[in-house]
């Protein structure tokens, strides 16, 4: 029986939501009466053999799934379209909320142009990296998901490879333990989208603001030396979308999946140390523009203590990433010890 469940739990988690009772009643039918036409048994009193081999008859989850998803060969074939579909509303959502952003910071700035001159400009760079940026994910979530489903991921966590299947594939019925929310994957990939679009591209706006009757907004990155990270930054929001796509398609904790997850951190640890160890990446004009306002305010001494505080930052940022990694290895480290009796 427990065998019989873990077979239709496995092929109707591939299928819509509103298919899966019916067709769990119709599969539990079947293969009753499958095992009642070939021993006279039924699951109950058959033995794991038989079971196995009316299993073994009906093919493999993924394939009995796609017969009801109407077959065929697919891209993203429909065990992953649903979760895709998903995943692309989110990085959608994601790229048009950063670049709304970057357009209203655009319309606020004053620069000293007619208004309707810069709404124009400002409204056409928007239309224009909107386009990029959305084409940009659209291309890095469809790869993703081309390649879970060439490599035959599935939500059990297994890859279904060139090997038979057999019953013996079948993951346990998940306990509630392994279940992984749906806002975590979601929360992830939206801070990660919104974050690296304004790197890439308005990287100015992430500025230390010095308020004394006007504003002073002083870049704390070197824009052109940023700019030449971008690649980098795209990588690492793929990275980000490739670690988080699985937790949608799986729903749940596995070793696989745990594994990825720490694999992924590694490579945008690597990135981060690569990009942060660059000392040019700081804008070096910043320390002398704090130091000019600093001689025009009367309180140049809180500003002094600001400049040491900066260069402290910039010493020793790189540290503080080593450790921030090492604090969520920990971290996972020890969800993955609390979930292991489950795995």
């Known amino acids: 029986m427990e065998l019989v469940a873990r ?43 038989q079971i196995e081999a009316v299993l073994i008859e009906l093919g493999s989850p993924a394939e009995l799934a796609a017969k009801y998803n109407g077959g065929g060969r ?19 959502m994601a790229i048009f909320i950063a670049m709304s952003v970057v357009l209203m910071i655009g319309l606020l700035k004053p620069d000293g142009t007619d208004v309707a001159v810069s709404f124009g400009s400002i409204f056409t760079s928007w239309i224009g990296s909107l386009i990029e940026a959305g084409m940009q994910g659209f291309v890095w979530v469809t790869v993703i998901f081309g390649l879970l489903e060439y490599k035959g991921i599935r939500e059990d966590g297994l890859s279904s490879g060139k090997k038979a299947w057999r019953p013996s594939d079948l993951a346990p019925i998940p306990h509630s333990e392994l279940q992984i929310k749906r806002l975590e994957p979601v929360f992830s990939i939206i801070f990660t989208v919104l974050f690296g679009i304004v790197l890439i591209s308005s990287p100015e706006w992430i500025s230390i603001y010095v308020s004394y009757y006007y504003s002073h907004p002083i870049p704390i990155f070197d824009v052109e ?3 030449s990270y971008a690649p980098l930054i795209w990588g690492c929001i793929a990275l980000v979308v490739l670690r988080e796509s699985p937790k949608f398609v799986s729903g749940k904790w596995s070793k696989q999946l745990m594994t990825s997850h720490i694999i992924i951190n590694v490579l945008l640890f690597i990135a981060a140390l690569v990009m942060f160890s660059d000392g040019t990446i700081w804008n070096e004009q910043l ?25 402290n930052v910039t010493s020793y940022f790189i540290y503080l990433i080593v450790l921030i990694f090492l604090f969520e290895l920990v971290l996972f480290l020890f969800k993955v010890y609390k979930l292991r009796k489950y795995l």
Not at 74 to 92: A, E, M, Q
Not at 289 to 294: E, K, S, W, Y
Not at 303 to 310: D, E
């Open 225 to 227: 030396i940023l700019a």
């Open 74 to 92: 697919y891209l993203i074939g429909p065990g992953l379209f649903d979760t895709y579909i998903r995943v692309l509303k989110v990085v959608g």
């Open 7 to 49: 077979y239709v739990h496995a092929v109707i988690s591939k299928l819509p939501s509103e298919q899966r009772d019916e067709i769990e009643k119709e599969l539990h039918g079947l293969i009753e009466d499958m095992l009642e036409e070939r021993t006279g048994l039924d699951s109950r009193s058959a033995d794991a053999e």
């Open 287 to 311: 320390t002398v523009q704090l130091q000019g306002i600093a001689e025009q305010l009367a309180n140049g001494k809180d500003f002094n203590t600001v400049l040491s505080m900066w260069n």
